[in-house]
């Protein structure tokens, strides 16, 4: 077997957290939720020496064009650098991540910034019918979160929680296996959150003057 160590490395990382829904404020995307993350110098990176910039983001409705070029120039990047915007369902940072992976190895990047950012809270609902009008009968607003990020395009109505009961059902899955791992999961994020692991990665955007503050005891891991 081939010991060789990957020469990819990760020299950095950002993350905003998970809040409750409406706790981002939407005046603030441009210049809060998505420069921080992607500011080179977390990295200690000057920002020209960045020529690739990889981000994932399902719910692009209302966006504008272009959604990762957007965030790489809040960040002070060059407009040279190459961005591109990743759609894949559910994995899309971490697809971003892989491609950026495989761009490095191959030669075609040298530093990149790779990752995901969507924002539930900014997703609009949407006037399917306006541009040909709504001329008869009852009309429906559609929801952008509902429609192009929970809903099963080929099994309308069908949110894509119901999938997990499919998936425990064909691998046997126990219900107790399921809480076990839960839980197992929980007390190891208590765990780095109190030891002040995810410190250094926290880019915060909240809705002013809301606080992150952790319920750990009382609801674990409720923000």
């Not at 491609?99 to 190895?105: F, N």
């Not at 040909?132 to 099994?155: I, K, N, S, T």
């Amino acid at each position: 077997m081939n010991q060789q160590l990957d020469p990819i490395v990760i020299v950095s990382a950002a993350r905003t957290p998970w809040v409750v829904f409406s706790a981002t404020d939407p005046r603030r995307r441009r210049t809060g939720r998505r420069r921080h993350p992607l500011d080179p110098e977390r990295a200690g990176l000057a920002a020209e020496a960045v020529d690739t910039v990889l981000m994932g983001c399902v719910l692009q409705a209302g966006q504008g064009q272009a959604p990762a070029r957007q965030a790489a120039l809040g960040a002070g990047l060059s407009q040279a650098v190459q961005c591109t915007t990743l759609n894949k369902m559910c994995g899309s940072g971490m697809q971003a991540l892989m491609l950026g992976h495989d761009q490095l190895l191959a030669g075609s990047s040298e530093v990149l910034v790779a990752g995901g950012m969507e924002s539930m809270s900014n997703a609009p609902y949407l006037l399917t019918r306006a541009r040909g009008g709504y001329r008869m009968g009852h009309g429906q607003v559609p929801d952008h979160m509902f429609l192009d990020g929970l809903e099963d395009a080929f099994e309308r109505g069908r949110l894509m929680g119901t999938f997990a009961e499919d998936c425990a059902q064909q691998y046997r899955f126990s219900r107790e296996e399921q809480d076990a791992y839960a839980l197992e999961s929980l007390h190891r994020a208590q765990q780095a959150i109190t030891e002040g692991r995810f410190a250094s990665a926290a880019s915060r955007s909240l809705r002013p003057p809301a606080k992150l503050t952790w319920a750990l005891r009382t609801r674990p891991l409720r923000c």
